[in-house]
């Protein structure tokens, strides 16, 4: 039944289908298909002045966003910036204490008993981080509502390739595991999942599992034919329910709905395959443009109207499939030869599309990425080179510093690492290695150490000196940017209802280095050439960002610098599609970039967009309030135990004043652009005056 169902969709042609998948879908404003492409670390801003940016390096793609719609060059990461967090809130439009990826993309779990674990933060939407409590998790400690399900409610079926969580991203065959929740034990992909997980490592059977079922889902609408032979697609907690969905999960299963077979070929025609050269998933690494377009395309033409796809880095080498890692430099020939394979992809990906009918006039394009990036690297040979012309030749002068904060704390703290490091000593400590290094503290047999205990303030005040001979350069560096403990970090949106995955605090560091306790072998300072782009930090190259939108209801404004960050995405492309969320948005309708008819009257005018912008102030990590409080932070764990009292008090009194705030203007603006509600003149102008007020005392007590 399921395989003759499969046969009589795909014999359907594109144009049929498509128009089925409209016919069922409801969306609004003219909008018939929504293209959502999500870039991994690709730069508008130039990263080499000589050298053209990622984009200007992919000008059917710039020339079609600005051509077509609006660039939003001034976005904004989340804390902590790194793949997981940054997609997540621009799924969802909430910040990471609301899905609970405050750190990624893997976090650290602290026990009652002082130890620690390591969970990922990419796990299929529903998976559990241990027991019941969820890996997506909200302030209410329930599962987060999941971002496809407007749209499915709607009758519009949903299409994702590599994008976070909303695919299986784990074989796993135990209760919990992903194979298990969906396909069932002792099914056909189950005994598959465990025979690949019992082969010999680094072999094709070891890796079939993945190529088959991770990476690839369709959620459909309730009744859909396209999932008629899928799965229940289990949402528990989601607000106001959610039953009679199904979807289907892996390349295995559906690739013969969008490809009619096994095989689904990228834009160039060859097989889009694992590094082994079986036909199914390549791997999140493996998910160059030409593989995730031509799975965009595939589903969109087979009816399936909404679809989210991840494309992965282009400053980095991959190999075959993901099978290798190397990292290039600004201007490096194998870096502008994949931007330009980038290029083309999405020339043919256009050109595809338009020939199906999808274009401009029906579609809504939305372009963005996860997240900005240092590049820790020297000087290229020849110093002028701008890649395009003159390759940019970095040998030697490439790569991240990899500190080992174990051996840098014995070296420089003796005392200090008596008291947390090696088997006698009653403490603990452990870092989620990055450039912004989270820090987690635990005596013993205890669990987590307290902020204010006496031991972590020690612990705080030492870290903060702590210094790395840097070996490119042999000067002595200052490791500290600024840092903040769970009073700070609750400021920046980093503290989830999971209280065992919060860090003790945060270390902000220089941007050149990757601060990690693992493996243990790491040497104390040394630089790493194969990974040379560091984000998670605060600078502007890491938190400033792009998002671009075309299609029905956007204006062509070619670009624009009204400040957003990620959560603004979500709350905008429902606004121009006419459909609404069950839960509040920490977003805003970027009217600015919107034609009057898809955004409610009760949001437009310049006082509404001014409340936009005092709000994003006042509530965004990056925010001028929470950037002035971080400062503020920084201060307090440095200083004595008085000053450090005060302050904290300042910050948690100032913090709670600004979440009650930012709670009742985002209830009015999400009121406004999906209810109608329309403030009065007086509302505005109060709640505008005392958003900026608010940021002014941040500020203030951070001068």
């Known amino acids: ?242 039953t009679g969905f199904n979807g289907l999960f892996g390349a295995k299963e559906i690739n013969p709905v969008i490809a009619g077979g096994p095989v689904l070929h990228d834009l160039s025609g060859a097989p889009i395959a694992d590094p082994f050269g079986q036909p199914g998933f390549p791997g999140f690494d493996g998910m160059e443009a030409t593989a995730s377009l031509a799975m965009a395309a595939a589903m969109q033409e087979r009816g399936i109207p909404v679809t989210f796809n991840y494309i992965s880095d282009a400053h980095d080498f991959h190999g075959i499939s993901g099978n290798v890692h190397d990292a290039f430099g600004p201007g490096s020939l194998g870096y502008v030869q994949q931007l330009a394979a980038y290029d083309q992809a999405f020339d043919l990906f256009f050109q595809r599309l338009a020939r199906d009918g999808i274009d401009k006039s029906n579609t809504l394009f939305v372009f963005t990425v996860d997240e900005g990036d240092h590049f820790a690297g020297g000087t290229p040979t020849p110093l002028t080179c701008d890649g395009v012309t003159t390759p940019c030749d970095w040998t030697n002068q490439i790569g991240e510093i990899d500190a080992n904060i174990d051996t840098l704390v014995q070296h420089q703290f003796p005392a200090l690492a008596a008291q947390f490091l090696g088997t006698s000593a009653p403490n603990a400590f452990t870092v989620h290695g990055d450039d912004a290094p989270t820090f987690y503290l635990a005596a013993k047999g205890k669990g987590a150490l307290e902020q204010t205990d006496p031991a972590t303030r020690n612990f705080e005040r030492a870290v903060a000196d702590l210094t790395a001979v840097n070996p490119r350069t042999g000067q002595t560096d200052r490791l500290l940017a600024q840092m903040a403990d769970q009073t700070g970090m609750k400021t920046l949106h980093m503290m989830s209802a999971d209280a065992a995955r919060n860090p003790t605090f945060v270390f902000f560091a220089d941007p050149n280095y990757f601060i990690t306790d693992f493996p243990a072998s790491t040497c104390e300072t040394c630089v790493d050439p194969t990974f040379a782009w560091n984000h998670g930090d605060i600078q502007p190259e890491i938190r400033t960002t792009w998002i671009g939108l075309a299609g029905p209801g956007v204006r062509n404004l070619g670009a624009t610098d009204v400040w957003t960050d990620h959560t603004d995405v979500r709350p905008t492309i429902l606004s121009a599609v006419g459909l609404r969320d069950s839960y509040e948005s920490d977003g805003r309708v970027i009217s600015e970039v919107l034609d009057e008819k898809v955004v409610s009257s009760a949001v437009r005018g310049p006082e509404m967009e001014a409340l936009g912008a005092a709000y994003k102030q006042l509530n965004a990590p990056f925010g001028l309030f929470s950037r002035a409080l971080l400062t503020v932070s920084t201060r307090a764990l440095t200083s004595s135990d008085a000053t450090y009292t005060s302050l904290e008090q300042q910050i948690a009194t100032l913090t709670a004043t600004r979440d009650a705030l930012a709670a009742a203007i985002r209830t009015a603006l999400n009121q406004a652009a999906f209810g109608g509600r329309r403030l009065s003149g007086d509302e505005v102008r109060a709640f505008t005056a005392q958003a900026a007020a608010l940021t002014s005392q941040a500020i203030d007590l951070a001068l």
């Open 1 to 242: 039944m399921k395989r003759a169902l499969v046969v009589s969709l795909f014999m359907l042609s594109p144009a049929v289908l498509a128009k089925d998948g409209a016919n069922r879908c409801r969306l609004g404003n003219g909008v018939e298909h929504v293209v959502y492409i999500q870039f991994d670390n690709t730069h508008l801003r130039r990263d080499k002045a000589e050298v053209p940016s990622d984009l200007e390096q992919m000008p059917h793609l710039l020339n079609f966003i600005r051509g077509n719609g609006t660039v939003l060059q001034n976005d904004h990461t989340v804390l902590i910036s790194h793949t997981a967090g940054g997609i997540l809130s621009t799924l969802t439009g909430v910040y990471p204490d609301r899905h609970g990826q405050t750190v990624s993309n893997s976090y650290v779990r602290t026990s009652a008993t002082g130890a620690f674990s390591f969970p990922s933060s990419f796990g299929y939407w529903t998976d559990p981080v241990s027991g019941t409590i969820p890996n997506m998790i909200t302030k209410d400690g329930v599962n987060a509502p999941a971002p496809w399900v407007p749209f499915t409610r709607a009758g519009c079926d949903v299409g994702a390739a590599g994008a976070a969580n909303i695919v299986l991203e784990n074989t796993g065959t135990s209760a919990t595991g992903d194979v298990t929740k969906v396909f069932g034990a002792g099914s056909p992909q189950f005994l598959e999942a465990q025979a690949s997980a019992a082969a010999r490592a680094g072999t094709a059977a070891r890796n079939l599992a993945q190529t088959d079922f991770v990476g690839v889902a369709v959620h459909c609408a309730a009744g859909s034919p396209i999932c008629a032979g899928g799965h229940p697609d289990l949402l528990p907690d989601e607000p106001l329910g959610y």
